[in-house]
């Protein structure tokens, strides 16, 4: 019998608890039900693959080339997103900034997500000092616990090998690349997610209530990264607890109340803090109208992202960002090569299961079907959410996805073998998964003619081995053969992805837009004003050859914030560069009330702002309140340039 992975209950290295959950007559290889254990097989001919690993160096590997994968080349891609670089910096300087997540270490206004995702690389700035290094290597830590997570609850559930593909899968995703080697909360998304998993596999073992109260508070955790999108994963995980948790369903209704209530407290605390703490003594909730955090939550980071909005589309209908909302969005040019490369093995290994499911009564005890629907239900709502969003979406967001593809399609590669093992009409699904799988890769690496074309040829010769070699091996019923075309086909399949990740590490991007693979990547909405160059060649007749932040250091003099300037993508490098207080109307694109005209001419009056920056060579157009700053700045400031810079010195108006 060819056995590529055994279920959990025939692995003797399983928790004692699982192996409680079935019949002892299950605990060997259900060899009684297969087709090629029948009365009259002999029994030399049963074809086995090795026992599971119980060292864990296969798992010690995988940790290995993640961590080296993540962290290759990282000082390259210097600060990332600029936003919430800047506020990493501003966090290693002010606990106040840290706490808030505020833009600048004077904490006038903050970034548009809560702080959690910020909090570790803050830490980390202010222990180590503020560096590429300091401020990206909590991520790639973060990547690699999440891989190494993701394992744990796939061997729990599938087995060591199904395992193995799993986290390799995962590990050399592009979107995961390229994520957990930046700033973006979304690798602290996805690693709390993940954990809160983890505790929430721990109930459904156990039935006891504390992994599932734990399994609520971490989800609340991630909440206050990235707000309403952690929220993607609940209905799977209270789907799973509520069919397959052991306890009575009285009980388990009851248990789910009282997560409901942690989760409540866990999300709530920081919106709580913000909504009690006075506006005056807190900085302006970035990218609101109206200075409130529930107004993020529900609006720019809520419903406007899911249905549209004036909060999300008055940017993103500005920039193509993640494609035309619709049914193939997650396959599309812009988003495909980021999450796509396992979704055929993923879907067809899902329907695979759910039918041994269905069919073999051993399989439904234990936590076979909890699986499958765990991680069905999240791939199902993510894909869902993703592909029909009207507002701002970014291909990154697809990392919360990719554990759940990554485990479908490791375990589903398992029971797409054994469907064909125990049916032998059904011996060739396993083969034409993996062409499937091999076809997608090869189209979707067409659509850059000029990548790695021999590796379009490869994947297909290595598609056709690996299919013929199963075919062949499963019909002779040699071993060898069917170890060799496993291989083959795991290496084929997982080709594309990692060349997509090799690239990324070796050409990193930097900017707000990443994208993994032969892309731009890295379009930032700061650079189409000035980006990271401070220091510009002063133009004919300018004053000055100091660069802008010298400038300003030096002649700040008692003003608490050494510039003013709309819109972050013009504030941050200073920031970044200075580590000191800068003023951002506007906020993230300059659109939010903060300040209003009075206000300014209030902090200007006070002597708390001195200059304003304008942009290079010019006014930069601001909405509303920032248009009317620039209009009076410019009436009643003095001009200077400063290092090609055009500045307005307020300190001393003229009419």
Partial sequence: MIDLGAAPDALDDEPAVVQRCVEPTTLGDHASQHPDTAPGAHPSRRLRLPRPTRNGWITTAIAVATAVLYAWNLAAVGNANNFYAAAIRSGGVSWKAWFFGSLDPGSFITVDKPPVAMWLPGLSARLFGFSPWSMLLPNVLAGVASVLILHHLVRRWKGDTAAHLAAAGFAVTPVATVIFRSNNPDAMLTLLALAATWALWNALESGSTRPLLISAALTGLAFNTKMLQAFLVLPAMTLVYLVAGPPKLGRRLWQLAMALGVLVVSAGWYTLVVVVVPAASRPYIGSTSDNSIVSLMLGYNGFDRVFGGTSANRIGSAVGFGGTPGLWRMLS???????????????????????????????????????????????????????????????????????????????????????????????????????????????????????????????????????????????????????????????????????????????????????????????????????????????????????????????????????????????????????????????????????????????????????????????????????????????????????????????????
């Fill in 333 to 655: 040019g812009e988003v495909g090569g980021q999450v796509g490369w396992l979704f055929p093995m993923a879907g067809l290994g899902l329907l695979a299961g759910l039918w041994l499911w269905l069919r073999d009564p051993l399989r439904r005890r234990g936590l076979e079907l909890a699986g499958w629907l765990l991680w069905g239900c999240w791939a199902v709502t993510c894909v869902a959410v993703f592909s029909f969003s009207k507002g701002i979406f970014h291909p990154y967001y697809t990392v919360q996805l990719a554990p759940a593809v990554a485990a479908l399609a490791g375990a589903g590669a398992i029971a797409l073998w054994q469907l064909g093992r125990n049916h032998a009409s059904l011996r060739l699904i396993l083969p034409v998964a993996i062409a499937v799988t091999a076809g997608l890769a090869v189209g979707m690496l067409r659509r850059s003619p000029s990548y790695a074309s021999g590796l379009r040829t490869a994947i297909v010769i290595g598609g056709a081995v690996a299919c013929a070699g199963l075919v062949a091996g499963t019909i002779a019923r040699h071993r060898r053969l069917v170890i060799v075309a496993a291989g083959a086909a795991a290496v084929t399949l997982l080709a594309a992805p990692l060349a997509y990740s090799m690239t990324t590490v070796a050409n990193p991007g930097s900017g707000s837009m990443v994208i993994a693979g032969p892309a731009v990547r890295g379009l930032g909405l700061g650079g189409l004003i000035f980006g990271q160059h401070l220091t510009v060649p002063a133009r004919r007749g300018d004053t000055g050859q100091q660069t802008l932040v010298s400038y300003l250091e030096a002649h700040r003099g008692n003003a608490e914030f050494i510039v003013a300037a709309v819109g972050a993508s013009t504030t941050e490098p200073i920031i970044i560069a200075s580590g000191l207080p800068v003023l951002t109307i506007g906020g993230f694109n300059g659109s939010d009330p903060a300040p209003t005209l009075a206000e300014f001419q209030g902090l200007v009056a006070a002597g708390r702002v001195r200059y304003l920056l304008t942009g290079a060579y010019g006014v930069r157009g601001g909405r509303a309140s920032s248009g009317s700053i620039l209009g009076w700045a410019t009436e009643h400031g003095t001009l200077l340039r400063v290092g090609g810079m055009a500045l307005y010195d307020l300190g001393s108006p003229v009419a």
